[in-house]
């Protein structure tokens, strides 16, 4: 059924692409407050917000995110026994693309980056993924768009980085978002037939 809700889950993008227009801190606070709303593995509420509206330090954030893919790319074949995703050619060359690029192309000139961070305690990560959905739609609804960062993960390398992020060391990243006014909303990526993914036991 087409209601309020099914539109903004359907409607909600990722957005590549903001306007130079800070969101008020009221807004963001608002945003949060969706997060803090879903719901966690025994009510544990495991997330804590760092919520970054310094564009210079987020600038900073994407270079230390592209001197690390930097790093992995020269070590590739030792960190391809962790990682067999590495042996695709094409994510060699979009990682490439990333840590070459003199653009924002990590958090694409985001006015707000918000990074989740957790325990590493059973069910954390599920709750904080519910968590960042709850806020990407809420702000959808009030003409926010948001981004979900997996390549900020690369910031937990960074040992420097996580300090300078106020991350406590038993802490890791558990999702990053950005937030912002959208300059352009993309087409909608095509979803899977039903038919492809749901298998009914009836
Ligand atoms: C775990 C996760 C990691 C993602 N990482 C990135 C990322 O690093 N950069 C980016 O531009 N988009 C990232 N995305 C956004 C996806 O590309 C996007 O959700 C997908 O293409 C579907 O598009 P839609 O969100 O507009 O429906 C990520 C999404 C998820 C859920």
């Given amino acids: 059924m087409e209601n309020e809700v099914m539109k903004c889950i359907k409607e909600r993008r990722s957005i590549r692409n903001y ?30 917000f760092i919520v970054i509206t310094n564009r210079e330090f987020i600038k900073e954030l994407s270079e230390k995110v592209k001197e690390q893919i930097k790093k992995l790319l020269k070590k590739k074949r030792r960190w391809k026994k962790r990682f067999k995703e590495l042996e695709d050619e094409r994510l060699i060359l979009f990682l490439q693309a990333i840590a070459n690029s003199k653009e924002d192309v990590v958090f694409h000139n985001a006015p707000v980056v918000i990074f989740i961070i957790t325990k590493d305690e059973a069910f954390n990560d599920e709750s904080c993924a519910c968590c960042a959905e709850n806020m990407m739609l809420y702000a959808w ?62």
């Fill in 141 to 202: 609804s009030i003409g926010i768009g948001s981004c979900w960062i997996g390549l900020a993960k690369f910031l937990e390398l960074d040992e420097k980085v996580m300090e300078g992020l106020n991350v406590p060391k038993e802490y890791h990243v558990s999702a990053c978002l950005t937030f912002g006014y959208p300059a352009k909303i993309p087409k909608t990526p095509i979803r899977n037939p039903s038919a492809d993914v749901i298998k009914w036991i009836e």
């Fill in 19 to 48: 306007l130079v227009k800070d969101v008020p801190k009221e807004i963001i606070e608002e945003i949060i407050l969706a997060g803090k709303y879903a719901p966690s593995a025994e009510n544990r509420q495991p997330w804590r």
